[in-house]
């Protein structure tokens, strides 16, 4: 059943090429222009909405996070991203032009659920993405885009959550391709470029030894920050929890520019901080702006633990350890980002003694408010 690896985990962190190469699978036509058919909302219905509300929790929130980056660069049209348990008690504002998203993997998740319905009651259409077929979420919603990861055991998500960024730039590529915004050319590289990136993310897990080993030299640490910024952020927020879900550690994740607002504090000697490189390329401002960070936290004792692009010498002499991931467009870096953080939280989980499948406390859908 676990095809020959340990926990089902190690299984679906093998499988995301896949998993990814699936859920695009005859969704790109030849002329490399997306079909979406399956999301039944009428173009014109798409070309009104004028507000996209992402609904989710845990990993699918994550996702949701990353999502914005692509919607609102692509489409101009504004996106809110909320925990789907927060949603529905603030009294959002919704009408018919909000396009409410979704994400749940198992579709059973009763926070998402009742996101959703609050959403439909007050007119507003809303997209289900999700991985189970003819689970709840998607029977509620007007349209659903499934991710095709195949089930997913472990209660830490790993997979899925590859396949929900996948359906995540489906959508905003397609809601760009339909309303057609000054963005066009880009939509069209970005669509050939996603066709190619499982080939990416097989690479990444090529090359994971040395994360596995310093995973385990990082067993007795009781602490891990993980530094992020634009969609490396919500990466850095991923990699966190799954180092608490699966390795029981105190980790949290923050966005790099807030360091000095606070968190900087926390840094002593030899913590381990994880930081996310945006790419040198397209917004290169932000990638100085990181390295100034990782040269701050390590003038204060930090343990970098540096994830960048092939290519960009200028992060090497300040990474104590250096992760190298594929070049690729700026917005879905995450794909390969987030990667070698679940085979770093997997690993030091193993290390600890850890059930990594079936950690403790939690269920794989939590089908309770
Ligand atoms: O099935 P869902 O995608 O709706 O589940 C949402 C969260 O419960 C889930 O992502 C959870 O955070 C994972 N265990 C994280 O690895």
């Known amino acids: 059943e676990k095809g020959g690896y340990d926990y089902f985990m190690l299984k679906e962190i093998a499988e995301q090429p896949k998993a990814v190469a699936d859920t695009l699978l005859g969704r790109i036509d030849a002329s490399g222009s997306l079909t979406l058919d399956e999301v039944r909302i009428a173009p014109e219905v798409l070309r009104e909405v004028d507000k996209v509300v992402i609904v989710a929790c845990g ?15 692509w489409t101009r049209v504004p996106c809110e991203v909320e925990l789907a348990s927060e949603f529905r008690y603030r009294d959002p504002i919704l009408d018919q032009q909000t396009l409410v998203i979704a994400i749940s993997q198992s579709g059973e998740t009763m926070d998402t659920l009742m996101a959703l319905r609050h959403a439909r009651e007050q007119g507003a259409k809303v997209l289900a993405i999700c991985n189970t077929n003819g689970s709840t979420i998607p029977r509620e919603s007007d349209a659903v885009l499934y991710t095709h990861a195949g089930p997913e055991v472990a209660v830490a998500s790993t997979k899925a959550f590859l396949t929900q960024l996948v359906a995540c730039y489906l959508v905003a ?3 760009g391709q339909v309303r057609g915004t000054k963005w066009g050319d880009e939509i069209r590289a970005v669509i050939r470029d996603l066709a190619q990136i499982s080939g990416e993310v097989e690479q990444v897990l ?75 390329r397209g917004r290169s401002v932000l990638h100085d702006k990181i390295v100034s960070n990782i040269q701050e936290i390590r003038a204060r004792g930090a343990r970098t633990i540096v994830i960048a692009e092939e290519g960009d010498e200028v992060v090497e002499p300040y990474a104590d350890h250096l992760i190298r991931i594929p070049v690729t467009p700026v917005l879905l870096q995450p794909l390969v980002a987030t990667v070698p953080l679940q085979v770093f939280a997997c690993e030091l989980a193993t290390a600890r003694g850890n059930e990594v499948d079936q950690p403790r406390n939690l269920a794989k859908s939590v089908t309770v408010e």
């Open 59 to 73: 990993t699918a929130f994550h996702a949701g996070l990353i999502a914005k980056y692509a919607i609102e660069h």
């Open 173 to 175: 590529l397609y809601l």
């Open 206 to 280: 090529e090359t994971m030894e040395p994360v596995r080993e310093l995973a385990r030299s990082l067993a007795g640490k009781n602490t891990v920050l993980f530094l992020g910024r634009h969609v490396g952020y919500p990466v850095a927020l991923e990699g966190a929890l799954k180092l608490k879900e699966l390795a029981y550690m105190h980790a949290e994740g923050f966005a790099a520019g807030e360091l000095k607002h606070g968190p900087i504090a926390l840094i002593e000697e030899d913590l381990p901080v994880v930081v996310v490189v945006p790419s040198p």
